[in-house]
């Protein structure tokens, strides 16, 4: 069965999207390799703050109180979604290497919501 649209649909481009949503871009040009590296920094301190939260959380909610346990449940969560879409994109900056050489150039584009978590980073070939 085809998918009917109905007859007064929008097409929204991806910027008003973000606008509705209530968040924002940010787009960088380097090269792969630069990318990459950028990725892999970023994941990794992402992984070091996600260890440091689970940390935090657990000695908060044992020894202080269910807010810091809270707190440090949050923040795991945020660094495990940066770190999810930082490896992503270090993967896809990985393998346009492969394909065109180290020092080919990129864009990439991170996409942020208003809640300040990270909806997705895209790399492309300029």
């Known amino acids: 069965m085809e998918m009917v649209l109905p007859n007064n649909y929008i097409e929204l481009e991806q910027e008003e999207m973000m606008y509705l ?3 924002w871009t940010s787009t960088r040009t380097e090269t792969a390799t630069q990318a990459r590296n950028r990725f892999r920094n970023v ?3 992402a992984q070091i703050g996600q260890a440091v939260s689970i940390i935090k ?6 020894v ?3 807010i810091g346990a809270i707190i440090g ?6 660094f495990t979604n940066v770190r999810s879409h930082a490896s ?8 346009i290497i ?6 080919r150039m990129v864009t990439w584009t991170a996409n942020w919501t208003w809640l300040l978590s990270l909806s997705g980073i895209s790399v492309r070939v300029t």
């Open 98 to 103: 492969n394909r065109n050489g180290a020092n």
């Open 57 to 62: 959380g657990t000695v908060n909610g044992m």
């Open 73 to 78: 449940a949050a923040l795991t969560a945020w």
């Open 43 to 45: 994941a990794t301190a």
């Open 88 to 95: 992503g994109a270090q993967v896809a900056a990985q393998n």
């Open 64 to 66: 202080k109180n269910a």
């Open 21 to 23: 949503e209530g968040g």
